[in-house]
């Protein structure tokens, strides 16, 4: 069996049973225990599961809420995130913002800041932008509307974010972990935040102290793919010195 069948088997069986142990496994699929700790230590990076002493065991996802109950929880530290954003955004800047709470946020912030160009996936945010100074310019992605974030998605946004080299890609992750990076709840947001992280110079995350540690779904990239994190508060010791190994400039 080649590593990739194994792989996806053991994620099966995790799945079904909840957690598994080195011992269980390698009996199971006849390799050796240092065979099945490789495998385990790869689906971890991943993010596909989570490994412990011993073996494996399910994450526990985060789900999102509606936009409406996003908006009401963590108000007062994703303020703090968009002012830290808004002094670290030069004037004449191009940006990508992904839509989201907290990049709403950011706009609210971000209006005041001249000259900019952003383009953005996000309704909501193109009309925040779009009383920005004179000066500025606001490109709104088109594709498949999802009415609940009022943002668009799909193949032909992508496509879309391909046409733009941006200065910075400003991105709301729905979950940070120190191990598995900046995930996403849904699969179509994460396909949009990788595609402006790619076409932009600079990767900037925003997230506020209880998305540390959370996991989701969907990786939108590594740890060490971050060019700056921009939070309300100093993450714990272990979080931050994980964050020094990437390189990550913390904010």
Known sequence: MKPRQRQS??????????EATVEA????????????????AMLAETGALQKVHGGARRLRLYAEGSFQERMAEHAAEKAVIAEKLAALIEPGDTLFLDAGTTTLFA?????????LTVITNSL?????????????????????????????????????IGRFQADHAVIGPAALDALVGAMMADHDEAQI????????????????????GRKAAHRICRLDEIDVLICDERPGDAFAAALQAAQVDLR
Request: hydrophobic share 50%.
């Open 25 to 40: 496994l390698a009996v199971g699929f006849d390799v050796s225990a240092e065979t099945i700790r490789r495998d385990l």
């Open 107 to 115: 706009a609210e912030a971000l209006v005041r800041v001249p000259r």
């Open 193 to 212: 935040a990788r595609a402006m992280c790619d076409n932009a110079r600079n990767r900037v995350i925003l997230a506020h102290g209880a998305k540390l």
């Open 9 to 18: 088997r053991i994620l099966d069986v995790v799945a079904r049973d909840g």
């Open 124 to 160: 909501r945010i193109a009309q925040v932008m779009g009383r920005a100074e004179p000066g500025g310019k606001v490109f709104l992605l088109g594709g498949l509307l999802s009415a609940d974030n009022a943002e668009t998605v799909g193949q032909m946004a992508i496509e879309a």
